[in-house]
């Protein structure tokens, strides 16, 4: 959902207060460890035990009749599984079945607000896409992640999993090489001498979608992290360095949606990610860059129109060409 930046102003006080108070601390970021009972992953109806022992609350909603097609949701930063609330709704309505997790350190997960490593969530959807195909055997199955879930879901492609395809709703790819300087170093220095300390955003004049109501719905949600600590926000910045680097193979099948008013994650890393998919053959995927939208595409106010994308990808029944859309070069170009 939300992603903190440190924005100049910011940037230059965070570094006078840490290099006059903290900078000899040489703190390190803190991740949480993993659970310490092994045990065969389990699939449940409102939880998955992962293979630690960790348990990750889920919710589904299920259609009637046949299986035509899964996906598999992951949310973004500081959100949790209640984000696909209305995409499970609207997906189950046109026959798709949608299951969605808590990650670690999100939602109602044990070691709330903390981060618990890229390489854990990264084998957390590994498990559930192995106990999804035991539970729906023959069903299509499609990974959807949105911002954070969407560079999880990148990273996970290096280890081709078994899946149809994936949808990455505004992937957070803003690496590091796509970063000014100053964010880079405020973010180093940070970790290395205030890792707990705790960030919210506010004064950064930031916009995550044109649906005032929902936002105000998500500040109400006690399960919605406010205030983000320091180390996790270098673990999100670890994991979208590794998604930058990965890009659908060849023979994948991708849907990748990006709002042109997206002030979460920028044009210049989501083009650049563009470019790689330029080697993909333009037959398994497709962009969809949406005017009027912002970063949280599936719940802005013109949220119909993007879930109507997605099932009509889904199904199969998309009348677009595949491959890029018109304007998306000028798009790119004015980076």
Known sequence: MQYLTFHKPGFLYMLLLCATTLLGACAKPY???????PVPPSLHATQAVMDDGYRLPLSRWEPQGDCRALVLALHGLNDYRNAFATTGAYLASRGVTVVAYDQRG????????????SERMVRDLDIMIDLLHAAYPGCPLYVLGESMGGAVTLSALERRP?????????PAVWSRDTMPFYQRAALWLAVHTM??????GKGLDITPSDNIEMLRALGRDLKVIKATRVDVLYGVTNLMDAA????????????????????IIPKQPTCQLLEQLSGVPQAHWKVMLYENGYHMLTRDLQADIVLRDMADWLLGKTQHQPGIPPGLAQFCADS
Do not use: S
């Open 162 to 170: 078994a899946i149809d395809g994936v949808i990455l709703v505004a």
């Open 195 to 200: 890792p707990d300390r705790q960030l919210t």
């Open 31 to 37: 991740v949480q460890p993993p659970g310490e009972v």
């Open 244 to 263: 930058a680097a990965t890009a659908p193979d060849k023979t994948d099948r991708a849907l990748l949606l990006y709002g042109m008013h997206d002030e």
């Open 106 to 117: 999100f939602g109602e997960t044990e070691g709330f607000g903390y981060w618990h490593g």
